[in-house]
């Protein structure tokens, strides 16, 4: 059973750092592309950046390109996301989420989120 | 960036009503088209892909048509636990992105 368990969110201070990881279980974890995807209170979905199977190749949405970092660690099955000068705006729940295989364009298993909030 | 459009952003329905979303994308995405439920607290979930295609385990009732910039997806005599957020995506080229999202509730 495909498992992912996101970890690592808390609170925050403006200007600050925080890494958020996700655990998965249930799947060859080096077999598949990852995303983050977030979600800002009382908002929509937000993609933010997706890491090929082996690592080599990432890609960002164009607002957090360089400040957020996402990385794998396929040895031990964890997927992170380095966040960096955290303002307001980046208050919001970070969802791991599984890129499909075969057809390829979509994001076919989700974790459940972890809270970030940015706030003196 | 490829920005979505989704209508209604919110929906009011009744049980057994057939429920119709509408997503719009600002450029051609072929069928790089997907449809997600979200539930407060839990994990979103992949419903249509490809813009028609069912996911694995997904009731019938769900259905989504549609290529280039307009499609359409419904849920046929919804039932309580339809009650949800829907998004759809667009896949066709980075940064994928999002709708706003359709609330529906009963």
């Known amino acids: 059973q495909v498992h992912l368990v996101e970890s690592g969110g808390g609170l925050v201070q403006p200007g600050g750092s925080l890494t958020v990881s996700c655990a998965v279980s249930g799947f060859t974890f080096n077999a598949y592309a990852m995303h983050w995807v977030r979600q800002a209170p009382g908002k929509g979905l937000e993609w933010v950046a997706v890491?090929?199977?082996?690592?080599?190749?990432?890609n960002y949405a164009g607002s957090l390109k360089g400040r957020f970092t996402i990385s794998r660690d396929n040895s031990n099955n964890v997927l992170y996301l380095r966040m960096t000068s955290l303002g307001s705006d980046d208050t919001a729940t970070y969802f791991c989420?599984?890129?499909?295989?075969?057809?390829?364009?979509?994001?076919?298993?989700w974790g459940q989120g972890t809270l970030v909030v940015v706030s003196s | 960036d490829i920005q979505m459009t989704q209508s209604p952003s919110y929906l009011s329905a009744s049980i057994g009503d057939r429920v119709t979303i509408t997503c719009q994308a600002s450029q051609d995405v072929m069928k790089y088209l997907n449809w997600y439920q979200h539930k407060p607290g839990e994990a979103p979930k992949l419903l249509i892909y490809g813009a028609s295609n069912l996911q694995t385990g997904v009731p019938s009732r769900f259905s989504g048509t549609g290529s280039g910039t307009d499609f359409t997806f419904t849920i046929d005599s919804l039932q309580t636990e339809d009650i949800a957020t829907y998004y759809c995506?667009?896949?066709?080229?980075?940064?994928?992105?999002f709708g706003q999202g359709t609330k529906l509730d009963i």
């Open positions: 890491i090929s199977y082996d690592g080599t190749s990432e």
């Open positions: 995506q667009q896949y066709d080229r980075l940064p994928n992105t």
């Open positions: 989420a599984r890129h499909m295989k075969g057809y390829g364009r979509a994001l076919d298993y």
